[in-house]
């Protein structure tokens, strides 16, 4: 079984703020850092930090930006043969984090959102059935990135983030493993509670494997009408950036690996909850050792 993440690669430009900015306001930031970032980047690394070996697919700028990008996955192991490098400039983002370790993002997709029709094919030329595919919705054509893994027969994993319209027309029911988070749950299906997210689920796409992560409530899982839950761990939060990517890499890596769901979850919610007791993106991602040292 091969993993392939198709998604994409961001630097993150991070402002500590007091508060997140109003309207018209103009404030002064205390700091600014610059990460590696992107849901298709950090998820690789959490991946492969996980023990998962896995290749990652997407696109950086011809530039600086894309060689430090391309060299943070390569330092964690992350196999970069079939990224591809463009004219133009690499996705990134301006992120306000506020004192109370709240986050809001503005995401600009440069090389993310230039896949063509022939770089996707490529990719795909190396997978095949028995392969697993890990999406989320940073990249542009996922509809039809969607179609082509299930074409060749490979177990798609979905994290539909950011939620929004570039998701319309992209074919859920070919999905096998979704990752969502509370605020995305309840966009999806109209409800609120963790109860009626999950029926809404088991309604609509009741092969699927649904993991719901809650916040301060934990996550959960759902599995042929069972619910599988875990608390979180509590820390110290000091940057929520990329915790739901490394709950994703931790889960999928234990879970493909054999693990059962409760250990699963119970690995990734303790990876996650050290990604949020530090600074960053991909860099504040735990290897499996720490875990297994604290
Ligand atoms: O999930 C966190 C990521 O979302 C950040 O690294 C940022 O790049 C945004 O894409």
């Not at 503005?106 to 022939?118: K, P, T």
């Not at 992209?170 to 299906?189: L, M, P, R």
């Not at 109209?190 to 088991?202: A, M, N, Q, R, V």
Request: net charge negative.
């Amino acid at each position: 079984m091969k993993v392939l993440n198709f998604g994409s690669l961001n630097v993150d430009y991070v402002y500590q703020v007091d508060h997140i900015i109003m309207p018209g306001e103009t404030q002064s930031s205390s700091q600014r850092n610059v990460f590696a970032g992107g849901k298709g980047l950090n998820q690789s690394v959490a991946l492969v930090k996980a023990g998962l070996p896995t290749y990652h697919a997407g696109q950086v700028g011809n530039d600086a930006d894309g060689e430090m990008l391309l060299q943070v996955l390569r330092e964690h192991g992350v196999d970069t043969s079939l990224v591809n490098k463009v004219d133009g400039l690499c996705g990134h983002t301006i992120i306000q984090l506020d004192k109370y370790a709240q986050n809001s993002i503005i995401l600009f997709g440069g090389a993310n959102r230039c896949i063509s029709e022939a770089y996707r094919e490529e990719v795909f030329s190396h997978f095949g059935k028995d392969d697993v595919v890990v999406l989320q919705n940073e990249v542009n054509d996922l509809d039809k990135i969607i179609d082509k893994a299930y074409e060749k027969g490979m177990k798609i994993v979905l994290n539909p983030s950011p939620f929004d319209s570039y998701l319309d027309g992209c074919d859920w029911g070919k999905v096998d493993i979704f990752f969502i988070n509370e605020v995305e749950g309840a966009q999806i299906s109209g409800k609120e509670s963790k109860e009626e997210i999950l029926d809404w689920f088991k309604a609509h796409y009741p092969d699927a494997l649904v993991v719901l992560t809650l916040g301060s409530a934990g996550s959960c899982c759902l599995k042929n009408n069972k619910v599988y839950d875990q608390d979180i761990i509590p820390v110290e939060t000091v940057d929520t950036t990329a915790a739901g990517d490394t709950f994703t890499g931790f889960f999928l890596s234990a879970y493909l690996g054999g693990k059962t769901i409760p250990e699963a979850l119970k690995l990734a919610a303790r990876a996650s909850a050290i990604a949020v007791s530090r600074s960053g993106a991909a860099n504040s991602i735990p290897t499996l050792s720490e875990l297994k040292n604290e």
